[in-house]
């Protein structure tokens, strides 16, 4: 593939880094840990002590019927999820038993808790849940499945046709954002042109999604809406615009999805960014990759 911006009948380079995990959505499937600790604080749950308890004893606890009970045992499990404590071996048994969880669980904050965790394992036997989640009636349950189904491997069995579907979740922009984003992310056929739709969208966080999905396909209608967003100020305060920190981290996105796929043409964009940027760490990415795309 050349270095100059086309429409390429093929996507993507070799086993790339997933789009999810470095799009500036990626802050929003925030790790399991901090979600279960907001959610033991609201449910009044004021000290946590180490059970001593191990992986088996707390999945078994999670069907526990009492609400607090079972909150305190997804917040010892999510230790060994991060930890990656759990044997190999025992990791059937596990998403067996994650997977009944969340079959049986009338509490969608339950089943977010097990979408996360079967997400954090990256297991094909977790993908029956996984894709059954797709159709759960709460949103945020339907959200962090199809951003744990975007960071799978390639070629794994999802319900794509689910997927595509959301991304006319009207109402809905930050699903319709990570469906075509998990599309992106597998080389999905459907994913540029899906991207180059949502770049005439109304909905300006869309716009910018799409424009950052189009790099990878090194698609130059993308360029209008990247350099709208290299160009965007980090000072503005009106309610419902993005805040200084939402603007470096999708700065900084930008720049680094064309530093990945090492887009050439865009060269005096990121030049500019170098040299008139006041943010320090977007700066910085500028000039780093600036020295990529000129090697």
């Given at each position: ?58 999945v078994e606890e999670m069907n526990s019927k009492t609400f607090g009970n079972r909150w305190i045992a997804a917040y010892e499990l999510s230790k060994f999820l ?58 945020q349950v339907k959200f962090n499945a199809v951003v744990a189904l975007g960071n799978t491997s390639k070629g794994a069995d999802v319900k794509w046709d689910k ?90 996105n930008v720049l680094e999805n064309i530093e990945k796929f090492k887009l050439k043409d865009l060269s005096n964009l990121v030049q500019k960014v170098e040299q ?20």
């Amino acid at each position: 593939m050349s270095d100059e911006i086309k429409d390429p009948s093929q996507s993507g380079t070799s086993a790339p880094k997933k789009i999810l995990e470095s799009s500036p959505l990626s802050g929003i499937a925030v790790p399991i840990a901090i979600v279960l600790v907001g959610g033991m604080i609201i449910f009044g749950v004021t000290k946590m002590l180490s059970t001593g308890k191990n992986h088996r004893d707390l999945v078994e606890e999670m069907n526990s019927k009492t609400f607090g009970n079972r909150w305190i045992a997804a917040y010892e499990l999510s230790k060994f999820l991060a930890a990656q404590k759990i044997p190999s071996e025992d990791m059937p048994w596990v998403i067996e038993n994650l997977s009944k969880v969340y079959q049986e669980s009338v509490d969608s904050r339950t089943r977010n808790f097990v979408v996360l965790a079967l997400g954090s394992l990256n297991n094909p036997l977790a993908l029956p849940i996984l894709n059954s989640a797709l159709d759960d009636e709460d949103p945020q349950v339907k959200f962090n499945a199809v951003v744990a189904l975007g960071n799978t491997s390639k070629g794994a069995d999802v319900k794509w046709d689910k997927v595509e579907a959301m991304l006319s979740s009207a109402g809905d922009p930050g699903l319709q954002q990570v469906a075509l984003l998990a599309l992106a992310s597998h080389d999905h056929p459907s994913a540029q042109e899906k991207a180059l739709i949502m770049l005439n969208s109304s909905e300006r966080t869309l716009r910018y999604a799409a424009s950052i999905v189009l790099i990878k396909f090194k698609n130059p209608e993308a360029v209008p809406i990247l350099e709208e967003i290299l160009n965007l100020r980090y000072d503005v305060s009106q309610s419902g615009e993005l805040n200084g920190a939402q603007v470096e981290a999708l700065k900084v996105n930008v720049l680094e999805n064309i530093e990945k796929f090492k887009l050439k043409d865009l060269s005096n964009l990121v030049q500019k960014v170098e040299q008139d940027d006041s943010n320090i760490r977007v700066n910085t990415k500028a000039k780093q990759v600036l020295k990529v795309l000129k090697n």
